[in-house]
Every structure is written in C-alpha cells, then in structure tokens.
DNA sequence: ATTTTACAAATTTTT
DNA sequence: TTTGTAAAAT
C-alpha cells in the first residue's frame, strides 16, 4: 500500500482517505496543505479512479503546474497528463472554447483584460455623452465586476430596486444602461473579461442541461484550493458540477482570505457546511513551516479579528529569532537597512539570495528596494506589477494578432487602425462606429466596406486607406494559418510597419521597446518548440494568443530566479514560503492602507493580510517602517502601523531608534547606511555636522572574497538584457538559453536577418534567426 | 490629422 | 514622481 501515507499526520491523513462525499478542509497557515491534496489526488488515481474524472482548481497556474509534477513523481507523468488542473478563469475557458458556441460566442473568443475592458466602458461612456467626472470609467467597471460576480444580469439589475436606488444615489442612473450597452459591445466583439469567464460558464451550465450533465459526469472527484477568495459565481459554479456526485473537497483557511475586493466571500466557507450539512470536516492545525516565534506571533496578531473560525494553529519546530522590528528614518535609509540586512543575513548563514523576500502593500514601493539591492549588487526578481504581457508595445503587436484572428475584436481594431500612424484619425474612427453601431456589426466590417463607410462623410482617400488595413490583416490572417507561429508572427510584425517604427525611434526607450518585441517573438518561438514536444500540442500562434490575458507574472517561473531576492506584492506571496521575510513600510495608511481603514471589515482584512506576510516566513522575519516616506512627490511623515502594536511583545526584538534630533550617536544602529536623498538628507546634515555625509554609491561592506561574483545581468530581467552575438560562422561552438550548447553547421543570409542551421549537443538540430536567437560563445 | 505643450490628477491589492 | 488629458500650433 501507499508508503506515502506514513508521512501524513492524523488529520491530514483523514483528509486524504475521505474521498468519497463532500469534504471541508481547514488549513492553517504553513499545513501543508498542498501536500493533503497532492496525496489526495494521488490517493484517489491509485484506487483506481481515472485522471480524465478529476478536477482540480488551484488559485494560480503555477500552483497547478506544480502540484502536477508532484503528483506525477507520485503515479508517473502519462497518468497525472489528463488531470484537469488549474485556475477557475483557465479551466472555464478551456471548456467555453469548446462549448461557447452553445452561447453564440465563437470558439476562437478574445479574453479582454482589464485594460482592454475599461477601455471598452470609457469609450462606451463618450459615445453615451455622459460626464466622466461622474461615470469614472474605472468605478463603472468596478461596479459592472461586482454584479457580474454575484451573477446579477441586466434582466436581473432592473428588478432589483435596491441596486437602482444604490447607482441613483452615487448619480449614476444610467448604470443599468451602460451595463446592458457593455455586455452587447464584448458579445459583438467575440469577447469576454474575466468575469464573463465565471458567468458565461454558469449561464451555460443553467442554460443547457445536455452540456452540465456532461461535465457533471466527467468531474466526479472535484477539488478547490484557496476556497476562502472564490466569488459567489465560482461557488455556484463548483456547487453545480459537484451535484450529481458530490465528491467535492474544499480546501481554506478563512484567516487567510484576502481577495473581498474581488468579490470573493469568506461566507462560502459558511455556505459549505450548509449546503452539506453531512459534510466531514477536517483542522489541519499543525504549521510544519515556521518557528515558534513566527506562529506565536501570527496568532496573537489574528486574534485581533472578531470573524474567524475556531482553530489553534501550533508548531513543535524550533523557538527561533525574534521579529525584528526596525524603524528607518527615510524609505530610503529603509531600503538601505534591508538590503544590508540580506547581505549579512545570507554572508552569516550561507544562505543564497533565493531564501529571501521582501513583501510590500503596493507595487509603487518596490522602486527603492530595487535600488538599494542594485547599489550591493544582490540579484533580485520582481514580480507582479506591469508583467511584460501589458507592456504597451507588446499589448501593440498581440492586437495585430487578435485582430487577424478575431475580425470583431474590437479593441484590438482601435489600437492598431492607427498604429503605426496612417492617417486614420478620432474623426474617421467616429464616424465608422456610428455606422457600425447603426448596423450592428463591427468595425471592421464597416471599415472593409468602402462603398457603406463613404457615405458617412469619410473621405475617398481615407477609405482607401480603411480598405488597405483591412486587407493587410486579411492577408496577416492568411499567413497565420500557413506559417508557424514564430514565422507568421515575425511576418505580421514587420509587415505592418510596426517594428520600423519602433528601430526608427533611436531613444533610450524605443530601444527597449524593440527588445521587448524580440522577446514576445523569442517566448512566441519557445512556445511553439514546447508545444511540439507535447504529443496533442497545438503549436499554432492562434493558440498562443488565446490565453495570453491569462497568463500572471506569478506564472512565469524562470529558470534561474532560484536564486534571487523575491520582491512582491503580500497578495502575490500567497501560498509562497521563503526562510526569511521582509515585511516593509508597515505604516499606518499603507499598511493598512488608506483606503482599507473605514470599516472594520476591511480592516479586518488587512490584518488577515498582515497574517499572510508574517507567516510566509520560515525562520526568520523582519518588520520595518519608515519615519517619513517619499510620496505623491513629496517628503510626508508616517506612524509606525497599528499591527505592530498588535503582536505580542515576547516575540518582537525591537530597532527603534531614539529620534531626537540633537543627540547624535543613537540614530544610525548598524553601519553603512548610504544617506537620503532630498528633504530626509538634509535633515540628516544638521545631525552631524562633524561628519560630511557618505555618499552613496560606495557601499561600505566590502564584498567578501569567495563569494560568487555577480554578473550585473543577474539583477535585470531577461528581457532587459541585451542581445547575443550578431554574427556566426560554420562551426562555431554556441550556447542558446533554451537548447543549451551546440554547433553551428549553416548559415544563410546575412546580418541580422541570418539564419542559422545549429546542431545542438543534445541530438536536436535547429534553425535559428540571429536576431532573436541570443547565441553566447562557448 | 498629428504633434507639441502645458497643466492637472493621482496613486491598493489581481484572475 | 509619473501619467494622462486638453488645448494650441503645425
């Protein structure tokens, strides 16, 4: 029988035998509860249950790739193949491209990201004539967001009063109308957002019995991760396809639930138990991951909420560090303390910058921790924040593909019409989109039909213009169908003139704009190769495109980030683990936020927030905050935040300077702080003026002999980097970061638009375009 | 139609 | 600080 199970303890191991009926499981913080449905999954397959039959909904994709690999270590990689795994959006699209059509929505659908979704309501918003000021484009989509994930349906909105008299109140009474105008604009654009993803499957579920019975037949075993952050829609989902079998196991901790302003409801944790009142509920309690200090202090800070659930989490590991706490004077003497701190930390244990993270609130904060770490040299990694997919140039050359693949897409249509410019301009496209609106088809349509756009007072010329765009993406479309992805892309790319643009513009920026390009056709490239490896892969640029909306920063592990610092969002770090945590700029108004701090309820997330972050640390944590803090453009001052207060004072080893300005040995405890910058700075020369200031770009820690140098390209992202050789001849040994070493056996063409014949050392033979190949020499 | 210039506003978290 | 938008000039 299965060895695994010996290394469950009690709970755990029950969790994992009750297959059979509905499950609820509670997981602690550090419990190891991927491992409960890792060995879950595997549990059920080895009882003979097929892999085709299981459902698994993970909160990221990596989670998902990754329990994959671990299941498949388990019963071996052709039977883990067919489980279905990943995130509801993910899994819901993959059967709405297959059972769309039920719908009238074409199987090549677009997903609209954000972006592309407001753009949609702001343009709505124009042609409404409405005030912009009132109808903010970004609260409407908020709005629009939240009646989607609680499945409210224009039919639904109008006889809801309540709802009416809420949107009357905020001056909005035309939200109804704008809700109903956005549905019908992404319908007739083939499109979806995220929302629809979740409401679009429970529409189909409700609507056609034949297809839920189906599904409902195929997922007989059904598992959902993070269950505290799923919405009401996803809930009902699950609720639905679990019916007939109700083999459904839940895994959350509410403690941990952090993601309300996405609609997500802690009250289906609740639901659960009522709606299966037969249900076997299972406490995992024990944390395997972090120190005494750690859980002890993670338990007295959640204490502070009057919504939880009961439950002890405990821990026999080892008492630990105390949490340091440190109070800097600037957010700059803050990031300095940091990366020193990671410096030494690392120096002391031998422990490799990989066992390092630093978690803030908002993106905005990363700035100064990235040069600080940069100023000593320490190779880091940020994630989240613009991921490369929403950079404005590679968004650019995506909507070219759209387009060519989905006609009706329409904000793919207005981002490229212009673009590079050809004389098509506000007025022209206004004046298609009242044709198009009138006839009720797309703006493509409109435009390809020269005889119906110059009636609308669009000049001979300009159709013209219209004619030939339209033509061109026509013919991209042709091509996207013959070629494969990477060579119909790299046609599309140079054929709409949007690469010369782009080489044209010689600054700084246009530079690393061409790059970026370089590196979508590089990762179009690597996709295609991967998905040739896959026995059903479809390696087609179609494909490619489909779920690129999908795809988050978090997903995107790359190889060689082992061993770098992690920087991220708290909200990103969920369900991460690093020995040692950072938690910086833990000040009142940004952690909690400013706009978290009305009720208690929001508060009371910020706090299961601050839980998340404190117990992402394995061995040791630190805490710090600055005095006055860079912001808006100017120097404000903080107060140290309100759940610092709230840990229990045994854990806490506190840093906190004594800040009076006229004594001047007690403000600087640790050595080699640079100095700040601005008002922070000039503060700091009244202290010492015995002393001129260090500057700041000779970081007073040597760097210590035996250390692996770093490479200054260890500390920028891939796509930063510069390019490889430029020229090979035959014969030359080369390195490619994907294929690894080989030799070079052809070449045709010259300069950058050679390419390469490769036989590379591990059987493979390639052809490779010098532009994008980024060869090294070996 | 497009480019330049000036000025204002805004800053939470993400599939 | 950056970002976007509006008005003015080409």
């Not at 598992?223 to 109700?246: C, G, P, W």
Request: hydrophobic share 35%; glycine share 6%; charged share 25%.
């Amino acid at each position: 029988m299965s060895t695994y199970l010996d290394q469950l303890n009690p709970a755990q191991k029950s969790a994992v035998l009750a297959t059979e009926g509905p499950v609820m499981v509670i997981a602690g913080a550090g419990s190891g509860k991927t491992r409960v449905l890792t060995y879950r999954i595997a549990y059920l397959m080895e009882r003979g249950v097929d892999s085709f039959n299981i459902l698994s909904l993970t909160f990221t994709n990596k989670a998902a790739r990754e329990m994959k690999e671990r299941i498949a270590r388990l019963v071996g990689d052709s039977e883990a193949r067919n489980l279905w795994m990943g995130t509801f959006h993910s899994v819901f699209a993959r059967i709405l491209r297959a059972e769309g059509h039920h719908l009238g929505y074409p199987s090549n659908f677009t997903i609209y990201d954000t972006e592309d979704a407001r753009k949609v309501i702001t343009n709505l918003i124009k042609e409404m004539n409405l005030d912009k000021e009132i109808y903010k484009p970004k609260t409407v989509q908020n709005r629009i967001s939240a009646f989607k994930n609680n499945l409210i349906t224009p039919k639904i909105y109008d006889r809801r009063e309540e709802l009416i008299a809420q949107d009357s109140a905020a001056k909005m009474p035309l939200m109804g109308s704008l809700y109903t105008a956005y549905l019908d604009r992404c319908f007739r654009s083939g499109a979806m957002d995220f929302d629809d993803l979740l409401l679009k499957t429970n529409e189909l579920l409700a609507k056609f019995p034949a297809v839920l019975a189906k599904y409902q037949d195929r997922f007989k075993y059904i598992m959902v991760d993070e269950y505290q952050d799923t919405n009401h829609s996803q809930y009902i989902i699950v609720k639905a396809l679990a019916s007939r079998f109700e083999n459904v196991c839940v895994v959350g901790d509410d403690a941990q639930s952090i993601y309300s302003f996405r609609g997500a409801n802690i009250q289906n944790i609740l639901n659960f138990n009522r709606d299966y009142p037969e249900a076997n509920i299972y406490k995992l309690e024990q944390n395997y991951r972090s120190s005494q200090h750690i859980v002890k202090a993670a338990n007295s800070i959640i204490a502070h909420n009057q919504d939880q659930l009961q439950k002890k989490v405990w821990t026999s590991n080892e008492e630990g560090e105390l949490i340091t706490v440190f109070k800097a004077i600037s957010d700059y003497e803050e990031s300095n303390y940091v990366s020193e701190q990671i410096f030494e930390w690392s120096q002391r244990n031998q422990w490799h910058y990989g066992n390092f993270s630093i978690l803030y609130r908002t993106n905005a904060q990363s700035r100064s921790f990235e040069d600080a770490l940069r100023r000593r040299n320490i190779p880091y990694r940020i994630y989240g924040g613009l991921s490369f997919y929403q950079r404005k140039e590679v968004k650019d050359v995506l909507a070219y593909f759209r387009l060519a693949l989905n006609n009706n897409d329409e904000e793919a249509f207005r981002r490229v019409v212009n673009l590079p410019k050809r004389g098509i301009g506000d007025t022209t496209l206004d004046r298609l989109n009242v044709l198009a609106q009138e006839n009720r088809v797309s703006l493509f349509e409109v435009a390809e039909n020269a005889i119906l756009s110059s009636q609308a007072g669009i000049q001979a010329a300009t159709c013209k213009r219209l004619a030939d765009f339209c033509a061109a993406i026509r013919s991209y479309a042709v091509e996207i169908e013959k070629r494969d992805a990477f060579s119909a892309a790299d046609y599309v790319v140079r054929g709409s003139g949007l690469l010369r643009e782009m080489e044209e513009d010689k600054t700084p920026e246009g530079a690393s704009r061409v790059q970026n390009v370089e590196e979508l056709l590089n990762a179009i490239q690597d996709f295609a190769d991967g998905q040739l490896q896959i026995e059903d892969g479809d390696p087609s640029l179609s494909n490619f495109v489909q779920d690129i909306a999908l795809i988050t920063d978090a997903d995107n592990s790359g190889e060689d980030d082992g061993k770098k610092v992690a920087l991220m969002t708290v909200h990103l770090a969920k369900g991460l683990e690093f020995p040692c945590v950072f938690v910086v700029g833990m000040e009142e108004s940004l952690f909690p936020s400013m706009m978290a701090m009305n009720t208690r309820t929001e508060l009371e997330e910020e706090r299961r927030l601050f839980y998340v972050a404190l117990t992402r640390a394995e061995k040791k944590a630190f805490l710090t905050y600055a005095h006055s803090r860079f912001r808006w453009g100017k120097t404000i001052d903080c107060e140290p935040s309100r759940f610092i207060d709230e840990i229990d004072e045994q854990h806490l080893d506190l840093q906190i300077p004594d800040f009076n300005p006229f004594s001047d040995e007690t403000f600087l405890p640790y050595s080699g702080s640079g100095f700040g910058k601005g008002s922070s700075a000039r503060f700091q020369k009244k202290l010492n003026k015995s002393e001129p200031p260090k500057t700041v770009d000779k970081p007073t820690i040597p760097p210590v002999k035996g250390m692996r140098p770093l490479s200054s390209s260890d500390a920028i992202p891939s796509y930063e980097r510069g390019q490889g050789l430029k020229e090979v001849v035959k014969g030359m040994r080369v390195q490619h970061a994907r294929f690894g070493t080989g030799t070079v056996t052809f070449v045709e063409g010259e300069g950058p638009n050679a390419k390469a014949t490769i036989q590379f050392d591990h059987g493979e033979e390639k052809k490779l375009l010098m532009k994008f190949a980024k060869l090294k020499t070996v």
